[in-house]
């Protein structure tokens, strides 16, 4: 039993609150209602619901499920009470309190307050300890030591931006370097490639200000634990920028990219204030080394003439945040005998299905509430997944097992083109804050790995970036140039003809072309999607449709290398001062979990350059 005393501290944590969807205002509702508050009345075993002051509890979790077995879809809060508050409210309950003990998966007794990731705190806790120790070791004056190392961030992705902000807010002197434009250009570069079919090789959807994910779905969800201090420090500093603060309640957080660009602005203001210097448009082509230690990079002005305008630019560390989207960083540092590994990622296609199939298969007679995301439940989504033991394969390269699974699903969004040059052609998915367009999209992706790149005949580092560039050189050929997008209907693709004339309607901007998608793969990629599509069916009745359109080709799922570095000094294992992050370097996967990497690379960085000294 525990003590009366210890129950007021700390808080209360009250988990699987249910509330059927007629008892709740809807999911952009986040404050407690009459249904929650009988929920919560239930599973704290309290009698009338009514005497609990709402007042007293905070929504910490949000998220609807409409899973086919629940007879009745249903929102699932998780609730922190605070046990003052509520007595403050409502001093009767005090023998009820006396009375409450924890309950396993339901009730659960926080003893302290539980930390907040709040970087801004962490960091001003940081140079505060940091003074101390400076004002002791400082030199004949007694004064802070005046020299700030240099440091070049390079990408502006979320790895980068947060490596930036860590290193800037610590007193380095930062230089952010950028080979795309800030989001005011480059959304007129997205508009030109969208409208006019004009590419711009160094603005486009992968390269810019925001980096991969800024003209994307914002989805915020990741694999790295959205509970965990770092995501809910990263997630906290995207709304001391503006995010909503919904993001840190919804289940299944996501932004959308009319939220982003002006998010980006305000970071980029930020860093500004803290005299970041911002190169956009600048190339980064080379480092320096000696001694097997970088000592800077060598840039170009691809607004100009690069061949002129290249200069050659000192830094005491190098943060290399370029994203698996920059092909050429790779080439360079082989040049330079930087250690690359092949990593395993995944490949596929893109499926579209009208919204509306998807709201009616995932909610049934419910899929009346969604109203194009202005509803009461959200835009519905899905995740599917199948596990393909290899057992049956045909060829010694297809013996591997492997998943095929639907990834950066995006609903009420559009598939966009994300190559960077036009004799490539690969597409992911974005959409608005809404989610209010008429389709739904995701990818269907395989994993894949050195056996598959040797199918082809690719070997050593470079053997997936080898093998990615020949799918989309193929996608290329088969959608007949000017980034049209060759596409087949599911039903098509499982029985393997070209499509008829009559193709359902597409997001796609930039046109798409019947084509035989069944032949874009080996073969027994091809089948391991034709096996995994019919399970999905079983999963989601209708997913095979006529109205299901799969587009070519989903190539860049996660990195297809990984730069080593030390795990504990973030530096590469190959030079001194480099410092190989997020998503191109193979740590991350997502617009969170490389924004994650750059904030502790950030921190790493700060302690081997000697801004703090405790590890964070
Ligand atoms: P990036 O975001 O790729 O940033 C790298 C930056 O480096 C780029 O801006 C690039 O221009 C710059 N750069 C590259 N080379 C150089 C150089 N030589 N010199 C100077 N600058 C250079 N993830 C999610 O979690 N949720 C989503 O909903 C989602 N949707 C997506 C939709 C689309 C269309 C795309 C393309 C990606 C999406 N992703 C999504 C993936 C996500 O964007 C990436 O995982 C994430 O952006 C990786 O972050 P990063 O900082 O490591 O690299």
Same mark, same amino acid.
């Given at each position: 039993?525990?003590?009366?005393?210890?129950?007021?501290?700390?808080?209360?944590?009250?988990?699987?609150?249910?509330?059927?969807?007629?008892?709740?205002?809807?999911?952009?509702?986040?404050?407690?209602?009459?249904?929650?508050?009988?929920?919560?009345?239930?599973?704290?075993?309290?009698?009338?619901?009514?005497?609990?002051?709402?007042?007293?509890?905070?929504?910490?979790?949000?998220?609807?499920?409409?899973?086919?077995?629940?007879?009745?879809?249903?929102?699932?809060?998780?609730?922190?009470?605070?046990?003052?508050?509520?007595?403050?409210?409502?001093?009767?309950?005090?023998?009820?309190?006396?009375?409450?003990?924890?309950?396993?998966?339901?009730?659960?007794?926080?003893?302290?307050?539980?930390?907040?990731?709040?970087?801004?705190?962490?960091? @001003?806790?940081?140079?505060?300890?940091?003074?101390?120790?400076?004002?002791?070791?400082?030199?004949?004056?007694?004064?802070?030591?005046?020299?700030?190392?240099?440091?070049?961030?390079?990408?502006?992705?979320?790895?980068?931006?947060?490596?930036?902000?860590?290193?800037?807010?610590?007193?380095?002197?930062?230089?952010?370097? *950028?080979?795309?434009?800030?989001?005011?250009?480059?959304?007129?570069?997205?508009?030109?490639?969208?409208?006019?079919?004009?590419?711009?090789?160094?603005?486009?959807?992968?390269?810019?200000?925001?980096?991969?994910?800024?003209?994307?779905?914002?989805?915020?969800?990741?694999?790295?634990?959205?509970?965990?201090?770092?995501?809910?420090?990263?997630?906290?500093?995207?709304?001391?920028?503006?995010?909503?603060?919904?993001?840190?309640?919804?289940?299944?957080?996501?932004?959308?990219?009319?939220?982003?660009?002006?998010?980006?602005?305000?970071?980029?203001?930020? +860093?500004?204030?803290?005299? #970041?210097?911002?190169?956009?448009?600048?190339?980064?082509?080379?480092?320096?080394?000696?001694?097997?230690?970088?000592?800077?990079?060598? #840039?170009?002005?691809?607004?100009?003439?690069?061949?002129?305008?290249?200069? *050659?630019?000192?830094?005491?560390?190098?943060?290399?945040?370029?994203?698996?989207?920059?092909?050429? &960083?790779?080439?360079?540092?082989?040049?330079?005998?930087?250690?690359?590994?092949?990593?395993?990622?995944?490949?596929?296609?893109?499926?579209?299905?009208?919204?509306?199939?998807?709201?009616?298969?995932?909610?049934?007679?419910?899929?009346?509430?969604?109203?194009?995301?202005?509803?009461?439940?959200?835009?519905?989504?899905?995740?599917?997944?199948?596990?393909?033991?290899?057992?049956?394969? *045909?060829?010694?390269?297809?013996?591997?097992?492997?998943?095929?699974?639907?990834?950066?699903?995006?609903?009420?969004?559009?598939?966009?083109?994300?190559?960077?040059?036009?004799?490539?052609?690969?597409?992911?998915?974005?959409?608005?804050?809404?989610?209010?367009?008429?389709?739904?999209?995701?990818?269907?992706? &395989?994993?894949?790995?050195?056996?598959?790149?040797?199918?082809?005949?690719?070997?050593?580092?470079?053997?997936?970036?080898?093998?990615?560039?020949?799918?989309?050189?193929?996608?290329?050929?088969?959608?007949?140039?000017?980034?049209?997008?060759?596409?087949?209907?599911?039903?098509?693709?499982?029985?393997?003809?070209?499509?008829?004339?009559?193709?359902?309607?597409?997001?796609?901007?930039?046109?798409?072309?019947?084509?035989?998608?069944?032949? +874009?793969?080996?073969? @027994?990629?091809?089948?391991?999607?034709?096996?995994?599509?019919?399970?999905?069916?079983?999963?989601?009745?209708?997913?095979?449709?006529?109205?299901?359109?799969?587009?070519?080709?989903?190539?860049?799922?996660?990195?297809?290398?990984?730069?080593?570095?030390?795990?504990?000094?973030?530096?590469?294992?190959?030079?001194?001062?480099?410092?190989?992050?997020?998503?191109?370097?193979?740590?991350?996967?997502?617009?969170?979990?490389?924004?994650?990497?750059?904030?502790?690379?950030?921190?790493?960085?700060?302690?081997?350059?000697?801004?703090?000294?405790?590890?964070?």
């Amino acid at each position: 039993k525990m003590d009366v005393k210890d129950k007021f501290e700390g808080s209360w944590r009250l988990s699987k609150l249910n509330v059927e969807i007629d008892k709740d205002p809807g999911k952009d509702f986040l404050g407690v209602s009459d249904g929650l508050l009988e929920q919560i009345a239930k599973v704290l075993e309290f009698p009338v619901a009514s005497f609990l002051p709402a007042e007293a509890f905070t929504v910490v979790r949000k998220s609807f499920d409409a899973r086919k077995l629940l007879k009745t879809p249903k929102f699932v809060y998780t609730v922190d009470m605070d046990v003052d508050k509520l007595l403050t409210f409502e001093p009767r309950l005090w023998d009820f309190i006396s009375e409450m003990e924890p309950k396993m998966g339901l009730v659960e007794h926080i003893p302290q307050e539980k930390a907040v990731g709040d970087l801004f705190s962490l960091l @001003h806790d940081c140079k505060k300890d940091q003074e101390g120790t400076l004002t002791v070791d400082a030199g004949s004056n007694g004064s802070i030591p005046s020299y700030k190392p240099k440091v070049a961030v390079v990408g502006s992705g979320p790895a980068g931006l947060f490596a930036a902000l860590v290193l800037g807010e610590l007193g380095a002197d930062v230089t952010l370097i *950028e080979r795309g434009q800030p989001v005011e250009q480059r959304g007129r570069d997205i508009g030109a490639l969208v409208v006019r079919r004009i590419i711009q090789p160094e603005s486009n959807f992968c390269f810019g200000e925001g980096g991969a994910g800024t003209w994307s779905d914002g989805k915020l969800v990741t694999r790295i634990g959205k509970n965990g201090d770092s995501v809910q420090a990263v997630l906290r500093t995207l709304v001391h920028f503006g995010a909503p603060k919904s993001i840190l309640v919804d289940g299944k957080p996501h932004l959308g990219t009319d939220r982003l660009v002006p998010l980006l602005r305000s970071f980029r203001q930020h +860093l500004q204030a803290l005299d #970041v210097s911002i190169k956009f448009g600048t190339r980064v082509d080379d480092l320096l080394v000696e001694g097997g230690t970088v000592k800077g990079v060598k #840039v170009s002005d691809v607004t100009k003439n690069s061949l002129i305008y290249s200069q *050659e630019l000192s830094y005491d560390a190098v943060v290399l945040a370029v994203g698996h989207s920059a092909r050429d &960083v790779y080439q360079m540092l082989l040049s330079h005998n930087v250690e690359l590994i092949p990593k395993d990622f995944a490949i596929g296609l893109r499926i579209e299905h009208p919204q509306q199939l998807i709201n009616s298969i995932q909610y049934a007679a419910l899929a009346a509430e969604v109203q194009g995301g202005r509803g009461k439940v959200p835009v519905a989504d899905y995740k599917i997944a199948n596990y393909l033991s290899g057992e049956d394969a *045909e060829s010694s390269y297809a013996s591997a097992s492997r998943g095929c699974y639907s990834f950066c699903m995006c609903p009420g969004g559009q598939v966009v083109l994300t190559s960077t040059n036009p004799s490539e052609l690969c597409i992911n998915g974005m959409s608005f804050s809404r989610r209010s367009s008429k389709w739904a999209n995701s990818a269907l992706v &395989v994993t894949v790995s050195s056996k598959d790149f040797e199918s082809l005949n690719f070997h050593g580092a470079l053997a997936g970036v080898a093998f990615q560039k020949e799918l989309e050189q193929r996608a290329a050929v088969m959608g007949g140039g000017n980034f049209v997008v060759p596409v087949q209907t599911v039903t098509d693709f499982l029985e393997e003809r070209i499509s008829d004339t009559c193709l359902p309607q597409s997001s796609y901007r930039l046109g798409v072309k019947a084509s035989n998608l069944h032949e +874009l793969f080996p073969s @027994h990629i091809t089948k391991a999607l034709q096996d995994s599509i019919l399970m999905f069916e079983k999963e989601l009745p209708g997913f095979i449709s006529k109205e299901g359109l799969l587009h070519g080709v989903e190539t860049r799922t996660s990195s297809p290398v990984q730069i080593p570095r030390n795990s504990a000094t973030f530096e590469s294992t190959s030079l001194k001062g480099l410092y190989p992050v997020g998503e191109g370097a193979g740590f991350a996967g997502g617009i969170v979990s490389a924004a994650v990497d750059g904030l502790y690379a950030g921190f790493a960085a700060a302690k081997n350059l000697g801004l703090i000294t405790a590890d964070v």
